[in-house]
C-alpha cells in the first residue's frame, strides 16, 4: 500500500511547475509511474527517486550534456541519445520543441522528456553566482516494528536533506556542488543518526572533476560495481537490457550500504577517460565469538542493544580504476579493477561463500551502438579466479515496436562484494537466466507491455531449483485526459519449507505462485 501512495507522490512532485500540453500528459505520467514502480521506498527516498528530481531542479542543456548524463533521463532509449547527440553535432537546438522532429519521437516521450532538459545559457553567471540552494525536512512519528521491544529512541522519524549548487559558467566552467543527508529511524536514539554527504567541483575547461565524500559508481551491467537503476524487473520492461555509461556520482540517499565514502576523480581526454577511486568506511554486521563477521546487517536499524551490537563490526578499505576508450563511434569498451581489504577476517554465513580479508576484482564490458540495435556485455573475475557473465541486446526495429534479450551466467562460486546486477534478488551469485520484454504501440489508443524471465539458482538450496516471472500489461487511452491499464503477473518460485511440524532442521522444496491483477483508471 505504502508503495503505490509513494509513486503517486513523485508523479505529483515531479510535474511541479509543467502545463498541461495537448493530450499527451496523460501518457507522460503513466510512463513515469511504470519507471517509478521499482524507484519508490518506504520513505521515498532512494537514490533514483533522488536522480528524478536532481534533474527537474537542474535540466540537461540539451547542447552540452553528455552521452552518459543524457542516459539518465527515465525512459530515454540509448538509440534516442545518440540521435539526440548526432542532432547537435550538426545543428544545435534553439528549442526544446526541436527534438519532436527528431526520428522515432513520439509526443508521449516527448512530454516526459521535456520535463528534464532545457536549452541556452540564460541566467548562467559569470563565475560562480548565488548558491541555489534547496532543503527538505520531514518529521513523523512511527512507532517501531511490534516485535521490536524497549526501543533506545524516540518513535519520531526524521529526515532532513540540504543541497546546495552553483550554476555553471560557459566561460570558465566550474561547478561546485555539495550536499548532506540525515536520517532518524524510529526507535533509534539521536546518536545513532545516519549521515551522507559530499562535495565535487567539477571544471569543464579542463573536462575533469573531484569529489570527496559519498558516492556511488555504476557500470555497465552492474557485475563489478551497484546501479542506480535499470536492473530491476517490474515496469521499466526495456531497462534490463539497458548498459550504464560508466559514472561517479554522488550519494543523497538515506539507504545506508550501498556507497563508498572517500575521494573520486575523473579526466577525460578526448576518445579516452580516466577514473580512480578510494573509499574506506565502517561496514556493520554480526560478529562470533572468535571475532569474525558472519555476515553484513542490511537494513541499519539501531534501535535496541541487539542492534547496536552489530554496528562497525569491520572496516572495509577499497581503491580502484576505471579506463574507457570510444574505439570508434558507437563503440566503447571498459575496463575496470577493484582491491579491497577488510579490517578483521569475514566468513558470510549467507549462501555466499565468500571469507577472508581481501576480494580483488577485474572486470571488463563493452557497449556497441550500431543503427537500430544496442549491444552491452560485461564478463567480471574475482580473485579466486571465477568468471561471471551477462549480455543484452536492445532493438528498436520498427518505430512501434521495442525489445530487448538478456542472459547472465553467475557461477556459485563467483564474489561480487558490489555489484548489483540482472538477477531475481540483485544478486551476483549462483544463478542463470535468460529474459526477454517488449513494448508495442500499434496505435495512439493501445500500447502492449510484456516480459518473461526464466532463472535457475544453484546457490541458495543444496540442489538446482528453478523460477520463471511473468508480465502482461495493455493501455488504452480514451480521448484527451481517459486512460485504462490491465495488467497480470505471475511469479513461480522454488522455496524451502519444514519437512514436518516437530521443528527439525529436515527440509523439502517447495514452490510458491503468486498471480497478480492490477485495474487502473486514469483521468488527468
Partial sequence: MIRPLVCSFFMFHLSLGQS???????????????????????????????????????????????????????????????????????????????????????????????????????????????????????????????????????????????????????????????????????????????????????????????????????????LAFWRSSGVTKGGDVLGVGKARDTSIEPYRSTEENHFFRGVAVRKNLGWMSFKAFFSSRMLNGSRNEEGIVTSLDSDGLFRTQSELSTRHAVRETIAGGIASVEAFEGFLATVKASKLTLSRPVALSRYSDFSGREADLVAADIVWKWRALVFSGEAARDRKGAIAASVGFYLEPARAFKMVLAARMYPRSFNSLHGFGMSEGGVIEGERGT??????????????????????FSNRFSFQSSGNDFLARARFRFGRRWEMTIQYRKQNKPMMAKAGESGLDQMRLERTVQDRYRWTLLFV
Fill in 435 to 456: 529474459y526477454v520484454g517488449a513494448t508495442i504501440q500499434p496505435s495512439s489508443w493501445l500500447n502492449i507491455t510484456s516480459f518473461y524471465d526464466a532463472y535457475v
Fill in 20 to 222: 498541461p500540453q495537448r493530450d499527451t500528459l496523460v501518457a507522460a505520467e503513466t510512463e513515469l509511474e511504470d519507471l517509478l514502480e521499482n524507484v519508490a521506498t518506504e520513505n521515498g527516498e532512494s537514490q533514483d527517486a533522488d536522480v528524478l528530481e536532481d534533474l527537474r531542479d537542474n535540466p540537461l542543456d540539451l547542447n552540452r550534456a553528455s552521452e552518459a548524463e543524457l542516459a539518465r533521463i527515465p525512459g530515454v532509449s540509448p538509440l534516442l541519445v545518440r540521435r539526440i547527440v548526432a542532432r547537435r553535432t550538426k545543428q544545435k537546438f534553439i528549442s526544446v520543441d526541436q527534438i519532436l522532429e527528431m526520428e522515432g519521437m513520439k509526443e508521449g516521450m516527448f512530454e516526459l522528456l521535456r520535463r528534464y532538459v532545457a536549452v541556452g545559457t540564460d541566467g548562467w553567471s559569470q563565475g560562480f553566482d548565488w548558491p541555489n540552494v534547496r532543503i527538505r525536512s520531514r518529521l513523523q512519528a512511527d512507532s517501531p516494528a511490534a516485535d521490536v521491544r524497549s526501543a533506545l529512541g524516540s518513535p519520531l522519524k526524521v529526515y532532513n536533506r540540504v543541497l546546495i549548487d552553483t550554476r555553471q559558467s560557459p566561460e570558465n566552467g566550474m561547478r561546485f556542488e555539495g550536499g548532506l543527508v540525515t536520517e532518524k529511524d524510529p526507535g533509534e536514539r539521536y546518536s545513532e543518526v545516519f549521515a551522507a554527504g559530499y562535495l565535487q567541483l567539477t571544471v569543464p575547461s579542463v573536462d575533469g572533476s573531484i569529489l570527496i565524500g559519498d558516492f556511488i559508481i555504476q557500470s555497465g551491467r552492474g
